[in-house]
């Protein structure tokens, strides 16, 4: 069964994943103006299109090809500076450090067995005083029946941590929330936030 997302993102109009998160919004401050942004399975682009709006330099990738033809059709008709891939982190054409990686809602889709691979070149990608912004789901609440073939990497509470330990920590939030998608699709979800900084 293919993830609910999929069809949402045929409407070019509307975010299937509502409004950029507030960890993000509150970083941008801190940007500099010619700051390289990452945005790491990136959906229907909450967070690209976003930022991009905002003048930063974005690329951006995801697995869905529903997802990238989406946020290239909106960037195309709003003229954002967004450059896209159809990829997996580990097969993204890496070309330079950034200043800012988001990796909002991915990590719990990545095996387990790949996860310190990924993290570590995330880290790598990353300059010196550049930041993290993750958000992943936990293991406090079960994996919704229509998730469970996807989601094969729910971390346990603050494992994600364990990962970050010589950077600063600026934020980090474990939370549970309710949501409800256009296809009356509900889920609870139980949730680690974690804003991260590079120390040279």
């Known amino acids: 069964m293919k993830p609910f997302w999929e069809d949402e993102y045929l409407n070019k109009e509307k975010s299937t994943f509502g409004n950029p998160s507030k960890e993000v919004k509150e970083l941008v401050p801190y940007l500099k103006k010619d700051a390289k942004i990452l945005d790491v399975g990136c ?108 989601m094969v990497g729910v971390f346990k509470n603050e494992e994600i941590k364990d990962y970050y330990t010589n950077w600063k920590t600026l934020m980090f939030e474990n939370k549970k929330f309710h949501d409800e998608h256009e296809n009356g699709i509900k889920h609870l979800h139980a949730m680690n936030k974690l804003v991260v900084k590079k120390i040279g």
Do not use: M
């Not at 330099?57 to 697995?63: G, M, T």
């Not at 550049?130 to 469970?148: C, N, Q, R, S, W």
């Open 43 to 150: 959906g229907d682009g909450r967070h690209a299109l976003y930022l991009a709006r905002l003048g930063f330099q974005v690329d951006a990738f995801d697995l869905s090809k529903n997802a990238i033809e989406k946020i290239d059709y909106l960037k195309q008709k709003n003229n954002l500076n967004i450059h896209t891939w159809v990829c997996d982190v580990l097969d993204y054409p890496f070309r330079y450090s950034y200043d800012l990686i988001i990796v909002h809602g991915v990590l719990q889709f990545i095996d387990k067995t790949k996860q310190p691979q990924v993290i570590e070149l995330l880290k790598k990608w990353t300059n010196v005083n550049g930041y993290h912004v993750i958000a992943l789901f936990t293991d406090e609440e079960p994996i919704p029946d229509d998730l469970k073939d996807v």
